[in-house]
């Protein structure tokens, strides 16, 4: 859906699309959280139709990577209000952007606290109403969005 790349590992846009083809190809149906792809190492993480990746050089920590994967997961979990497919993320996709940027500029992290980043690109959800006062539309809304994150996890 969004690639950003940090430097100029790859010289054109068919390599880059050779690559990511490459790499779905290689990450679409394991269970592996780290895998070396061309000289990169990749760490990603599915979460029921949609693939996150994050791509280092071979001498990058390992750890570090997992460690803004997570970041960013967490970030875009928050975003969607843990609702990670993807409807939910296209729906939500300028703020995803958004946090992007703000996360990592240039291959550089520039944040590595989720609660931060959400902080100042995503606008803070309206305050809980009580059920009391709720339509039956909205108990249903937020029975079905419990019911659904019961299920995914």
Partial sequence: ?????????????????DFEANLF??????????????GL???YKSSVDILFYVVGSSEENELI????????????????RKNVEKKAVFDKMDYIILAADEFIED?????????????????????????????????????REGFKWTLLR
């Fill in 25 to 38: 190809k290689k990450t679409y149906q394991t269970d592996f959280e780290i895998i070396a792809c061309q």
């Fill in 107 to 143: 291959g550089v992290l520039m944040e590595n606290e989720s609660e931060n980043i959400t902080a100042r690109v995503y606008p803070k959800p309206e305050q809980d109403i009580p059920l009391s006062e709720q339509t039956m539309t909205q108990v249903l809304q937020n029975a």
């Fill in 65 to 80: 990577l997992v460690n803004t994967l997570n970041t960013f997961f967490d970030t875009v979990s928050v975003i969607v």
């Fill in 41 to 43: 190492t990749v760490c």
């Fill in 1 to 17: 859906i969004n690639a950003e790349y940090g430097d100029d590992h790859f010289a054109t846009v068919k390599d880059k699309q």
